[in-house]
């Protein structure tokens, strides 16, 4: 019993551990919430850079990436507690944005080597 539990205490501190190593290395994770987004941003600039959109609300989340304002990345459709990723080639200085379609919000700026941060900011 006592191997048991040990065993998944462990599996579940090392799922824990990986999911917070992606987050911070790979790129962007932004989870759509009800009445918010989150995002968590990499520390450093590097290209190409992954965008994850996670869907935290009980709808379909339809919505897009842009690159300065102009250049349309790709559409994203994630279903109720899906995710998505899509690669993005950046420049230094490019402004990248993603901007939710269905439900309709505020486009969510994504800023590289600011680490976590919401749209809109807590009150």
């Known amino acids: 019993m006592k ?11 090392l799922s824990f551990y ?18 918010r987004f989150s995002v968590v ?5 590097r290209s190409p850079m992954e965008v ?19 250049t349309n990345i790709g559409f994203t459709s994630v279903e109720s507690d ?7 080639n950046l420049k230094k200085g490019d402004l990248l944005h993603f901007i939710p379609l269905s439900p309709s919000f ?3 700026e994504l800023i590289v080597g600011n680490k976590t941060y919401e749209i809109p900011p807590k009150k």
Do not use: W
């Open 106 to 108: 505020q486009e969510v």
């Open 18 to 35: 990986s999911v917070n190593a992606i987050e911070s290395s790979i790129g962007f994770v932004v989870t759509g919430y009800d009445d």
């Open 52 to 70: 994850i959109v996670e869907n935290k609300t009980l709808v379909r989340l339809i919505g897009k990436i842009v690159v300065n304002n102009k």
């Open 3 to 13: 191997l048991i539990l040990r065993l998944f205490f462990t599996l579940l501190s």
């Open 82 to 88: 899906k995710y998505q990723r899509v690669m993005v």
């Open 41 to 45: 941003s990499p520390e450093k600039f």
